[in-house]
């Protein structure tokens, strides 16, 4: 009888020739890095077939510019013939983000977080109370009630009377308001460390995990620079940094305004910064001082600080810096507030801030 033959494994070759949706993952990733700009994105794309080899002779950087027009990712201005994104393209740029960052999330129905809180509400609990005047009838516990029945009146001569009725409690489901800072100074991107990037990708990654997950929640998001202005979700593939100091205090400032105007108790503000406050603007005139930890600029931020403490406003900090200097104002200001100080890289912030984000909210009434 013969046996076993072995014989040296030969592996069958993969066409390493790029497809539509290798390359348009590519794209995106470039897209992110030029702010949107896809005539610069295409040109990246085309120097690194060029090296890399990415396509063949059966599709080309050509065949694939042609399928995004095609399949709607971009489109050109009518007479201009510029190549620009469409609404299609940013929304795919937050999911992919999303998955990139948290990976892909289970699929679960959109809805609220719920709190420990006891009361009128839509999520059922496995506690019970007795009947109340104004209970609503879907929520009587008819295992329990026939049970007190039983006891109550014997089972001969069965009754069910409003003074054997429990209810099961129901819990609160609470909302958040969280606004979003993200520091655009020029040391985003000094060193040869792009941190604009990245911090662009969490707060698209985290605009689509609560549209998605917790649609009744807010996110605002903020940049902040010399001065601070509040941005749309759909921008954020644009945004670039500029030749700008830190103005923490103005970051600060209209994220106090935007959540003052929220109804709802819980609120929360997440900073992304790589650097220490170095800007204040007193009327129309600009104060900076770049050297070390300035004392006028410092106590107008830790003022900042204490006034979200008093208005229950915790201030969550990622710093993306190492120096022990910066993590001495991250530590005060953290203080002060009461809040939270991530100290991450960039590889891990997305993480940090999406988790975060859910603890907060686990924690909250």
Same mark, same amino acid.
Request: aromatic share 10%; proline share 4%.
């Given at each position: 009888?013969?046996?076993?033959?072995?014989?040296?494994?030969?592996?069958? $070759?993969?066409?390493?020739?790029?497809?539509?949706?290798?390359?348009?993952?590519?794209?995106?990733?470039?897209?992110?890095?030029?702010?949107?700009?896809?005539? $610069?994105?295409?040109?990246?794309?085309?120097?690194?077939?060029?090296?890399?080899?990415?396509?063949?002779?059966?599709?080309?950087?050509?065949?694939?510019?042609?399928?995004?027009?095609?399949?709607?990712?971009?489109?050109?201005?009518?007479?201009?013939?510029?190549?620009?994104?469409?609404?299609?393209? $940013?929304?795919?740029?937050?999911?992919?983000?999303?998955?990139?960052?948290?990976?892909?999330?289970?699929?679960?129905?959109?809805?609220?977080?719920?709190?420990p809180?006891?009361?009128?509400?839509?999520?059922?609990s496995?506690?019970?109370?007795?009947?109340?005047?104004g209970?609503?009838?879907?929520?009587?516990?008819?295992?329990?009630?026939?049970?007190?029945?039983?006891?109550?009146?014997?089972?001969?001569?069965?009754?069910?009377?409003?003074?054997?009725?429990?209810?099961?409690?129901?819990?609160?489901?609470?909302q958040?308001?969280?606004?979003?800072?993200?520091?655009?100074?020029?040391?985003?991107i000094?060193?040869?460390?792009?941190?604009?990037?990245?911090?662009?990708?969490?707060?698209?990654?985290?605009?689509?995990?609560?549209?998605?997950?917790?649609?009744?929640?807010?996110?605002?998001?903020?940049?902040?620079?010399?001065?601070?202005?509040?941005?749309?979700?759909?921008?954020?593939p644009?945004?670039?940094?500029?030749?700008?100091?830190?103005?923490?205090?103005?970051?600060?400032?209209?994220?106090?305004?935007?959540?003052?105007?929220?109804?709802?108790?819980?609120?929360?503000?997440?900073?992304?910064?790589?650097?220490?406050?170095?800007?204040?603007?007193e009327?129309?005139?600009?104060?900076?001082?770049?050297?070390?930890?300035?004392?006028?600029?410092?106590?107008?931020?830790?003022?900042?600080?204490?006034?979200?403490?008093?208005?229950?406003?915790?201030?969550?900090?990622?710093?993306?810096?190492?120096?022990?200097?910066?993590?001495?104002?991250?530590? $005060?200001?953290?203080?002060?507030?009461?809040?939270?100080?991530?100290?991450?890289?960039?590889?891990?912030l997305?993480?940090?801030?999406?988790?975060?984000?859910?603890?907060?909210?686990?924690?909250?009434?």
């Amino acid at each position: 009888m013969k046996g076993i033959q072995f014989s040296g494994y030969i592996p069958q $070759e993969k066409n390493q020739q790029a497809d539509f949706e290798s390359l348009l993952d590519i794209f995106m990733q470039l897209i992110n890095v030029t702010a949107g700009n896809v005539p $610069e994105a295409m040109a990246w794309l085309t120097n690194l077939d060029k090296q890399y080899r990415l396509t063949g002779s059966s599709y080309g950087i050509g065949d694939f510019y042609e399928d995004l027009k095609r399949k709607g990712y971009i489109e050109e201005k009518p007479g201009e013939g510029q190549a620009i994104l469409t609404p299609k393209s $940013e929304q795919s740029l937050r999911r992919k983000s999303l998955e990139e960052i948290f990976g892909k999330l289970k699929k679960s129905s959109p809805g609220n977080h719920i709190s420990p809180v006891t009361g009128k509400g839509d999520e059922i609990s496995s506690e019970t109370r007795p009947y109340q005047f104004g209970d609503s009838p879907e929520n009587v516990a008819f295992s329990d009630s026939l049970r007190n029945a039983q006891i109550n009146h014997g089972t001969e001569d069965f009754m069910l009377t409003e003074n054997d009725l429990e209810i099961r409690e129901t819990m609160h489901k609470s909302q958040t308001s969280t606004v979003l800072m993200i520091d655009i100074s020029h040391s985003m991107i000094l060193y040869g460390e792009d941190r604009i990037t990245p911090a662009k990708k969490v707060a698209m990654a985290l605009s689509e995990f609560i549209t998605t997950r917790y649609p009744k929640d807010t996110l605002d998001i903020i940049v902040f620079g010399n001065d601070a202005k509040q941005i749309r979700v759909k921008d954020l593939p644009y945004l670039e940094v500029g030749p700008y100091h830190t103005n923490t205090v103005a970051g600060l400032e209209l994220a106090i305004d935007l959540l003052r105007r929220k109804k709802n108790r819980n609120k929360q503000i997440f900073m992304i910064t790589d650097g220490k406050p170095t800007c204040l603007k007193e009327g129309i005139r600009y104060y900076k001082n770049s050297f070390g930890l300035d004392p006028k600029i410092m106590k107008k931020t830790l003022t900042l600080a204490a006034v979200c403490r008093k208005m229950k406003i915790p201030v969550t900090t990622f710093m993306i810096a190492s120096d022990p200097y910066l993590q001495e104002f991250v530590r $005060e200001f953290t203080r002060v507030n009461e809040g939270k100080a991530w100290y991450s890289d960039l590889s891990g912030l997305g993480e940090f801030v999406i988790e975060d984000f859910q603890r907060n909210r686990r924690k909250k009434a």
